[in-house]
């Protein structure tokens, strides 16, 4: 998703893996920019998971079969042979020619569990400035401040690293406070 103008001069991306508890930030001094969340294999390789075909022939109404493969081990059908796109191993054959040609009603890869999320931050035309990852079951949430605004619910504090300040999260703060206040009083 895109956000901020090029008058707002730049933008902070703030964002959070575990609901809020802690945080990183992007300042880019680059905008617009684009903001996406992906599901991905945090090593970089394609998801793996099971396709599932349901296939048919002149005499057959409906076979239906599945095998292991990765998100781009997509079935290839040639004549009564079906075999992986990934490797050309065979997946499927008949020498039943009188059958006709083996084709398929329904393809479908259904992924295993995800191996996590990724944050990329680019620029409208496509060039990344940012990527962060994480083997986790949920995405981020995050927060796109314009200009020298903070993040809804932050306090803009001096800081002497660039950009020049810091956004902190008042809840979060205030409750390690409170914690903090509660051990101290006891």
């Given at each position: 998703?895109q956000?901020?103008?090029?008058?707002d001069q730049?933008?902070?991306?703030t964002w959070?893996?575990?609901?809020?508890?802690?945080?990183?930030?992007?300042f880019?001094?680059v905008?617009?920019?684009?903001?996406?969340?992906e599901a991905?294999?945090?090593d970089?390789?394609?998801?793996?998971?099971?396709?599932t075909?349901?296939?048919?022939?002149?005499?057959t109404?409906?076979y239906?079969?599945?095998y292991r493969?990765d998100?781009?081990?997509?079935?290839v059908?040639n004549?009564?042979t079906?075999?992986s796109?990934?490797?050309?191993?065979?997946l499927s054959?008949?020498?039943?020619?009188?059958?006709?040609?083996?084709?398929?009603r329904?393809i479908?890869?259904?992924?295993?569990?995800?191996?996590?999320?990724?944050i990329?931050?680019?620029?409208v035309?496509?060039?990344?400035l940012?990527?962060?990852?994480?083997?986790?079951?949920h995405?981020?949430i995050?927060?796109?401040?314009?200009g020298?605004?903070?993040?809804?619910g932050?306090?803009?504090?001096?800081h002497?690293k660039?950009?020049?300040?810091?956004?902190?999260?008042c809840?979060?703060?205030?409750?390690?406070?409170?914690n903090?206040?509660s051990?101290?009083g006891k």
């Open positions: 998703m956000y901020c103008n090029i008058e730049k933008a902070t991306i959070s893996w575990d609901n809020g508890a802690t945080f990183k930030q992007y880019s001094q905008v617009p920019v684009v903001v996406n969340i991905t294999a945090i970089g390789t394609n998801v793996t998971g099971t396709w075909l349901d296939t048919y022939d002149d005499i109404s409906s239906i079969f599945s493969g998100s781009a081990d997509s079935p059908f004549n009564r079906i075999t796109a990934k490797d050309g191993r065979v054959s008949d020498p039943n020619d009188s059958a006709g040609l083996v084709r398929a329904d479908k890869f259904t992924p295993d569990s995800i191996g996590g999320y990724k990329i931050i680019s620029t035309s496509g060039t990344k940012y990527e962060d990852k994480k083997t986790i079951d995405p981020p995050y927060e796109v401040a314009c020298d605004n903070c993040p809804k932050s306090h803009k504090c001096t002497n660039y950009p020049g300040y810091c956004c902190v999260p809840k979060q703060v205030g409750d390690r406070l409170k903090i206040a051990k101290v």
